[in-house]
Structure formats: structure tokens, C-alpha cells
């Protein structure tokens, strides 16, 4: 049998770490939930001390998620160990995971410290969290660009002090495979602990490289690989995790290796992250991008046809996309969803059942076919719902070449109904005027974006904005068959976050 490798998920930290992609709580429970059906070894859940949204986030995935280990962030200090232990503590599996940096220019200048300030301090961070756990992972930051040796000695003594998992990060993704791959197995041969613990990887993507370099890693022994589900990440994001994976199990010939991800949840988890974070992947990004499996040339389409592997070297549905998902249509029973809705993962209360229910009949009404899409976008409305201080009501638009845009709108602002009407250039930015003055906010618009959720004329359009207030952004969404009202859902959706996350963080 062939040797695992650990997959480490840090899309709920790491990930949440990309501009505009903060999740609320019931986000990251749900996106918790889809890791584990996806399987991955590790969930790391987020960084306890950075804040109480935090903590509670992390406590909340550690008292409630089953079969998987539950890893917290903390800095090499008491404070931000004790304060992941807190939030850990009921897991199954809990794994404190903290950091230190070792490279001469982060010690130099971030720090401020020297070699043996830094050797003393990490050694003491985890025999101070062993003191709760015996699965603690030790991270050098910025380790590709340290001085090798000195990585090797505070490796080794962080063994001794307790540390079960050493992770080598490349934390400005500066590295190249070939020279990764050698300092990794560098690592593996002058560490005389090595056997007591598993060699991890961390890579960045600034050049491009994290998927490639994590993949030289595997081949000089690490054994554990952090990723994100699309790549999400602070700056160009991490290895996503659905590359390395697929290329693991493609090439098994040549990998020798082997992980216990269920494949056929990559699509849904990829599409779980895109709805909640707002961030869409690009069309011809590999494995989860809309033209991944799409062939255009005649020449291919014709011997895809012949034969699949003519041109494909995966199959479609070892990720998990079929083709034609029509879900149901408008004489199906509430029966029928609720079995359909299970066999998306999600188990709903019969309140949520209901209500899921009632949009469903709506949107059937006006539409022919119902996409597994379309009830994606209605559950995600429906079940991770976040308090509405701002709900429309109502919303008549008028415009035309040879008329001035005008939006009326009601809304119910803090249980108030109000209305209003503006005029903008086109109807959308009437409607966003219009919005602006009832709710007086103050929000910048950083983004906008209409797409459709499936095709046809009657799909259903989909919008993404990002705003930001006082340094805060974030992402809101709507969905609708009308595009304009589907804009005036994302505005709203938008400032409705807004207002929770400010309450979060307070
Ligand atoms: O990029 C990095 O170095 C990190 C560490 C905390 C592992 O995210
Ligand atoms: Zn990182």
C-alpha cells in the first residue's frame, strides 16, 4: 500500500485570510460539514485569539464536528495557546498548531529577536501546549527562506519539547519546485528526530508554484499538505487543495502516494466556497473551473466522443459533476425536495424544509427547469440566512433608451417600513441610490458583478458585490430571474453582513 498523505484543510483560516472572503459562523459550520464528507484529515478551524468571532467559530466546529481532527492557530505565546486549548478543548481530535518565523529577515525585523531567542521560545510554546495535547504542529514561518541547518535544529528541538507535525511553509511563495524538494528532503535527512513526527508543507502561490512545489515536498517525504478548497489564501492564496489531490490519485504511477479525499465532493465543495465567499474561480481554472472538462475544437469534441480519454485524463464524475442535473419541477412535493436536498448534504430543520419549500414554488413558477444551482442558491439564502436589518419589499424600476432610470423601493429597515426612489444612469445604480439613501449607509462599492446561474434565457441572474465600510469588506450576493431585483438582494445581503460583522466583532 502505498504511503497517505495528510490533508491538512486551512480554507477556514488561511483561506478566510483572502480579501473579502470573512465567513460568519454558520458559514464556516456548513463549509465544516462539507469537509468532512470531502474527507479531509485535518479542519483548520481558524485562529481562537485573533477575536471573539473567532474563538466562538473555532468552539463551535470542535464541539460539534465529528470524525476529523480540529486545528487552531496560535502564536508562540501562552496567551494565544491557551486561548486555542479554550476553544479546542471538546474536539474529538483537537490539535494545537503554533507558529514561529526562523528565517533572518522576519527574525531581524519582525521579531526582533536572534537564533537563540527564537530556538528558546518555540521550544517553550509547545511544551506549553503539550500540556493539553499530545497532537501539536509546529509551523516555522517563512521557512523557505531560512537558513537550513537552524530549521533542522529547532525542529529537532520542538520534537523533543513535543511537537507531533513540523510544517515547512513557504510562506511568501517564493520558492521553485526543484530547490523545495531539496530543502525538504534536506530536512528529512538531517533531522535525527524526524521519525517521531510527519513533515508538513505550506506553499503560497505567489509565482504560481504552491501546487508544484507541494508536490516536490511529497516526493522528499513530507507527508501532510495544507491547502484550500479553490486555492483561497492570504494574497495569491495556497495549494488548492483539488489540484493536488486530483494530481495525486492522475498520477498515482509516478506518485506513489495516495489521500483519503472522496473525490466526488470536489465540485460540490468548491461550489460550497464560492457561494459563501462570493469569490468565483476562473473559468480555466483547473479541475473546478467551469471549462475544465469543456471541449471546444471540433477535433477534440469528436474524439472525446470516439473516446473520453482521447482528451481527458480525468473523468468528470471522479469530481463529482454529472451532467443534466434538473433538479425537480413545479409539481414536485415538498417530499421530493427534502430527499433532494439530503442527497446535497444538507440536513435541514422542517422549518427550513418549509421555507426552502415556499421559495422553491416561487421560483418553479416562473422557470421551466430547476438546476441543482438553483436550489444551491435558494438554500444558501434560505439556511445560512444572517439577521436581515435590511429586507426588501418591493422594488419597481423604470427605464428604456428614451427614459430617465427610476427606482421605488419598500423595505423594512429594523422592523420599520420605509420607502424611497432615486434616479441613477441605468436602473441598477437607481436602485443602489435608492438603497443608499433609506438604509444612510456609508459603504463604498468595490465590486460588481451579474452572472447567470445556469443557462437559458429564464435562468436565474446572480450578482456579487463587495463594499466596504471604515476598512471592512465584504461580499454580498442575490439571486433572482430578474437581474435588477437580483442586484438589489446582493446590495442588501452585502449591508446586511456588515452590520453582523460589526456585531461579531464587538
Ligand atoms: O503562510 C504561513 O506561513 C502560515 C503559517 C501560519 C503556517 O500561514
Ligand atoms: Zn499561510
Same mark, same amino acid.
Given at each position: ?361 416561487? *421560483? ?28 426588501? *419589499? ?43 439613501? *433609506? ?68
Amino acid at each position: 500500500m502505498s504511503d497517505k498523505i495528510i490533508i491538512f484543510d486551512t480554507t477556514l483560516r488561511d483561506g478566510e485570510q483572502s480579501p473579502g472572503a470573512s465567513m460568519n459562523i454558520q458559514e464556516k459550520f456548513r463549509l465544516a460539514q462539507q469537509l468532512v464528507k470531502l474527507n479531509v484529515d485535518v479542519i483548520e478551524a481558524g485562529f481562537p485569539v485573533a477575536s471573539t468571532g473567532d474563538f466562538d467559530c473555532v468552539k463551535n466546529i470542535a464541539d460539534r464536528i465529528k470524525d476529523v481532527q480540529v486545528a487552531g492557530l496560535a502564536r508562540t505565546n501562552k496567551k494565544d495557546i491557551d486561548a486555542a486549548w479554550e476553544a479546542l478543548k471538546f474536539a474529538e481530535a483537537p490539535r494545537i498548531h503554533t507558529f514561529l518565523a526562523t528565517s533572518d529577515i522576519h527574525m531581524k525585523h519582525k521579531l526582533k529577536m536572534n537564533r537563540e531567542q527564537v530556538l528558546e521560545l518555540a521550544v517553550e510554546s509547545v511544551r506549553h501546549a503539550a500540556k493539553y495535547t499530545s497532537n501539536i504542529e509546529f509551523s516555522a514561518e517563512d521557512a523557505s527562506r531560512s537558513d537550513l541547518d537552524f530549521v533542522c535544529e529547532v525542529f529537532e528541538a520542538v520534537i523533543k519539547a513535543g511537537a507531533t507535525t513540523l510544517n515547512y511553509p513557504d510562506t511568501t511563495g517564493y520558492a521553485l519546485p526543484e530547490e523545495f524538494g531539496e530543502q525538504v528532503r534536506y530536512l528529512m535527512e538531517n533531522i535525527p528526530s524526524i521519525d517521531k513526527a510527519v513533515m508538513s508543507v505550506h506553499c503560497h502561490n505567489d509565482l504560481g508554484l504552491a501546487v508544484a512545489n507541494s508536490l516536490a515536498a511529497i516526493k522528499s517525504g513530507a507527508r501532510q499538505v495544507e491547502c484550500t478548497v479553490n486555492g483561497l489564501g492570504e494574497r495569491a492564496g495556497n495549494t488548492a487543495m483539488e489540484e493536488l489531490v486530483m494530481a495525486v490519485r492522475t498520477r498515482a504511477d509516478r506518485m506513489h502516494v495516495h489521500t483519503d479525499i472522496v473525490t466526488e465532493q470536489i465540485h460540490a465543495s468548491s461550489n460550497l466556497v464560492t457561494s459563501i465567499t462570493g469569490i468565483h474561480v476562473q473559468p480555466n481554472k483547473a479541475i473546478v473551473g467551469a471549462n475544465a472538462f469543456a471541449h471546444e475544437a471540433g477535433i477534440h469534441q469528436d474524439g472525446v466522443l470516439k473516446e473520453r480519454t482521447t482528451y481527458e485524463i480525468m473523468n468528470p464524475r471522479d469530481i463529482g459533476l454529472t451532467e443534466g442535473n434538473i433538479v425537480l419541477g413545479k409539481h414536485s412535493g415538498r417530499h421530493a425536495l427534502k430527499q433532494r436536498i439530503e442527497s446535497m448534504g444538507y440536513t435541514l430543520t422542517d422549518d427550513e424544509i418549509n421555507r426552502v419549500f415556499g421559495r422553491f414554488k416561487q *421560483l418553479a413558477d416562473v422557470k421551466k427547469e430547476m438546476f441543482e444551482e438553483d436550489l444551491e442558491s435558494i438554500l444558501m439564502d434560505e439556511v445560512l440566512r444572517i439577521p436581515e436589518t435590511y429586507k426588501l *419589499l418591493s422594488l419597481g424600476v423604470m427605464s428604456g433608451s428614451k427614459t430617465l432610470p427610476t427606482a421605488a423601493l419598500k423595505m423594512i429597515i429594523d422592523g420599520r417600513e420605509l420607502e424611497g426612489s432615486a434616479i441613477g444612469v441605468g436602473p441598477i445604480d437607481a436602485t443602489f441610490r435608492a438603497i443608499a439613501q *433609506l438604509t444612510k449607509t456609508r459603504s463604498k462599492l468595490l465590486y460588481f458583478s451579474v452572472n447567470s446561474i445556469t443557462g437559458g434565457t429564464d435562468a436565474q441572474g446572480d450578482v456579487l458585490v463587495r463594499i466596504e465600510d471604515e476598512g471592512k469588506v465584504v461580499v454580498g450576493q442575490g439571486t433572482d430571474p430578474d437581474i435588477i431585483t437580483a442586484a438589489a438582494k446582493a446590495y442588501l445581503n452585502g449591508l446586511n453582513r456588515l452590520v453582523y460583522l460589526n456585531k461579531e466583532s464587538k
